[in-house]
């Protein structure tokens, strides 16, 4: 496994389609879970659309799981 001295991880992914929404919360609590076990210190951020009619980017639920947005 390679490390590279980082702080913690940027999760940006743009235009998620509203079918992935229940996969798309998975995967960022699931790697934020992950991660956190690795190391308690990591930070996680999340890169938010500036429009989200769908509420695909539910920040009620990721505040649980990411420290900035």
Not at 38 to 66: C, E, R, S
Request: hydrophobic content about 40%.
């Amino acid at each position: 496994m390679y490390y590279a001295d980082a702080d913690g991880v940027e999760i940006n992914f743009e235009e998620v389609p509203a079918e992935f929404k229940p996969e798309f919360k998975d995967f960022v609590r699931e790697l934020s879970f992950q991660l956190r076990e690795f190391n308690p210190n990591y930070t996680i951020a999340m890169t938010l659309p500036l429009y989200d009619p769908k509420n695909i980017y539910d920040v009620g639920f990721f505040q649980h799981w990411v420290d900035l947005f």
